[in-house]
């Protein structure tokens, strides 16, 4: 063996070893976390700052679009065909809508301005996909889910009839409030009548569903002047109610109830009263 032999064995384990501690330090090099910066550097932020991905919207923050297909569509003051039309929103105009009361949309342009548009004319828009705006008509599970309702009815008594209308407040599956007015017209007389009720629906998840309620009210009572006995008497009542009602179509509803007044003229005097309703209620 050489004396060149020997050199070459001793170098090529050095060469080898240099290799392997400079791959050790470059792996701890890696391993070690950068140095903290100042709060505030721009060095710090802007990293940070790129690799957020943009947040998405909350459901709350969503709003419902649509566009106008059709020539136009007309915006009026107010949820009802008796509040005039101020403003037309033409073909290609979007419209966020903003509320909806029953079959009425409060949108509004880009613009800013404000209007409320029926569902008939809401048919003439799509949807941000293309679809045509459409909504089902109220279901029965509408009615079952009701939280108000106003009503109008005709009544009787054994001597007279008349005319009523309510509304009502339903604040959880089986209770609700109900105040109803009702003026009787005769010939010799006139009267009203106002009360409130608590009525109690134990079976409120059925299309046909009864209830009974209790309840205050007013009465007053007015003879016409030309009567010999033309005193007038008004007095507080007590109310008791038996009725049912039957969801029909959409959002309307048969009503039938039964009531029995009590009315305290004075200590003295006090006068009952019965009579039956039937009417039609819309609930929302």
Not at 99 to 116: I, N
Not at 233 to 244: E, H, I, Q, R, S
Request: aromatic share 10%; net charge positive.
């Amino acid at each position: 063996m050489t004396h060149l032999d020997r050199a070459q064995r001793h170098v090529v384990p050095r060469r080898c070893l240099g290799l392997a501690l400079a791959a050790a330090a470059c792996a701890a090099q890696a391993q070690t976390p950068p140095p903290s910066l100042p709060p505030g550097s721009l060095q710090e932020a802007a990293p940070a700052t790129a690799s957020v991905a943009p947040t998405a919207p909350s459901a709350t923050q969503r709003v419902a679009r649509v566009q106008v297909v059709g020539p136009y569509v007309d915006m009026r003051s107010g949820p009802g065909r008796g509040y005039p039309v101020f403003y037309a929103a033409e073909r290609e105009e979007w419209l966020v809508i903003e509320l909806r009361h029953t079959d009425w949309f409060k949108v509004r342009t880009p613009r800013g301005v404000s209007g409320w548009v029926s569902r008939a004319q809401m048919r003439h828009t799509v949807t941000e996909d293309g679809v045509p705006f459409d909504l089902a008509d109220p279901t029965l599970q509408d009615y079952l889910n009701r939280r108000f309702d106003l009503g109008i009815g005709y009544g009787a008594t054994a001597k007279t009839a008349f005319t009523r209308a309510w509304a009502g407040w339903r604040f959880s599956d089986t209770l609700s409030v109900d105040v109803n007015f009702a003026d009787v017209a005769r010939q010799t007389s006139s009267t009203t009548i106002w009360t409130a009720s608590l009525l109690a629906e134990p079976w409120s998840d059925r299309r046909l569903s009864p209830f009974v309620g209790v309840g205050v009210g007013r009465f007053n009572h007015t003879p016409n002047e030309s009567l010999v006995n033309n005193q007038p008497y008004d007095g507080n009542m007590g109310v008791l109610t038996l009725g049912a009602r039957y969801h029909l179509s959409g959002r309307v509803s048969l009503r039938v109830d039964y009531s029995r007044y009590a009315v305290f003229v004075d200590d003295d005097d006090s006068r009952l009263y019965q009579a039956g309703t039937v009417g039609l209620s819309i609930h929302f």
